[in-house]
C-alpha cells in the first residue's frame, strides 16, 4: 500500500471494498475483501508478441 500511495495513487477501503485510483486515469481496480479479509487482485499483462487481428466479411473475404 505504502509503495502504491507514493507513486501517487488513492486507495479507498470502504463496505468491503477497496479502490485504487489513478491521478489522471481514475479507477484502475476494484477488489471484494474475501473470507479471510484478503484483497485478492489476478492481474494479466498484455502479452509481449506481435499480435494480428483479422474479420471475415459476409462475402467471405478475410480483412486485416
Same mark, same amino acid.
Not at 33 to 61: D, L
Given at each position: #500500500? ?5 507513486? @501517487? ?16 486515469? @481514475?479507477?484502475? #481496480?476494484?477488489?471484494? #475483501?474475501?473470507?479471510?479479509? #484478503? ?20 462475402? @467471405?473475404?478475410?480483412?486485416?
Amino acid at each position: #500500500m505504502g509503495q502504491l500511495q507514493e507513486r @501517487g495513487l488513492a486507495i479507498l477501503i470502504q463496505n468491503n471494498t477497496c479502490k485504487l485510483f489513478h491521478p489522471t486515469r @481514475g479507477l484502475i #481496480m476494484d477488489a471484494t #475483501m474475501t473470507s479471510n479479509r #484478503m484483497f485478492a487482485i489476478a492481474v494479466v499483462m498484455p502479452s509481449k508478441e506481435p499480435v494480428a487481428f483479422f474479420q471475415t466479411s459476409e462475402e @467471405g473475404k478475410t480483412q486485416l
